[in-house]
């Protein structure tokens, strides 16, 4: 049983780049959630997809935008990359819009310079 | 919206010493409770979790955390932890039957065990 994987594992990209970040979900797993993990602190929620739609949003500018596609694999895009963007982005998976319990891909780490 | 506090940011302990994380978290809305593990420079295992049903709940690991909804605390304990056991510990809630999943975590706890 195939757990969630992301790609790459670690990118280096300068500021004002962009960037896009790749989320295999789980076998069975429909709905996929990215999420930001800073530097010493814990994850915090950038948004979902589920049928191919953006369904929920944390407090991130527009600068952060994804998509889903129709295999559910899912792509995380951020533009004009800034300094503060250094981080892990982890990818999580669950079973339907709403499923209680979310698995984690391994990340990907971005340093921005 | 919810919030977790995890109120240690750092817990040394002996090897096999017991071990307790302390979680709690606030919400207007009944939430589903969820501890996870990061051992360094991977991603977020699940821990445990809990949904509903009994308040104590386990992993296969030896873990064990009690939902206390009258002091909104999800505390983790370990009665003898293992040099493995070395990793950072995040709680993390959502609410029930609301609109999607989404998870807020709290700041993490670092356990470090010493041989």
Redesign the interface.
């Known amino acids: 049983d195939a757990g ?1 994987t ?1 790609s790459p594992t670690h990118l280096i990209k300068t500021r004002g780049q962009q960037v896009t970040l790749r989320c295999s979900p789980k076998s069975g797993h429909d ?1 996929v ?1 990215w ?1 930001q993990q800073a530097l ?6 950038i948004f ?1 997809y ?1 049928e191919e739609e953006e ?2 949003r ?1 407090n991130f500018p527009d600068r952060f935008s994804g998509h889903q596609f129709p295999n559910y694999s899912s792509e995380l895009n951020v533009n004009a990359l800034l300094l503060g963007d250094s981080a892990l982005y ?1 990818c ?1 998976s ?1 079973q339907g ?11 990907t780490r971005l340093l921005v310079l | 919206a919810q919030s977790v506090t995890q109120l240690d940011s750092q817990v040394p302990v002996f090897e096999e010493a017991p071990v307790e994380l302390r979680c709690n978290y606030s919400s207007s809305v009944s939430v589903y409770l969820f501890w996870y593990v990061q051992y360094p420079n991977q991603g977020l295992q699940l821990l445990l979790k809990y949904l509903s049903g009994s308040t104590l709940v386990e992993s296969i690991n030896g873990f064990e955390a009690e939902f206390n909804k009258s002091q909104t605390s999800f505390h983790l304990r370990k009665p003898s932890v293992h040099i493995s056991d070395t990793a950072e510990y995040f709680c993390a809630v959502s609410g029930v039957k609301a609109a999607g999943n989404k998870l807020t975590f709290g700041g993490g706890t670092r356990v470090l065990v010493k041989p």
């Open positions: 969630v992301q709905t959630s999420y010493g602190q814990g994850p915090q929620f979902q589920y369904r929920q944390g982890l999580a669950s819009w709403g499923g209680e319990t979310q698995y984690f891909g391994p990340g």
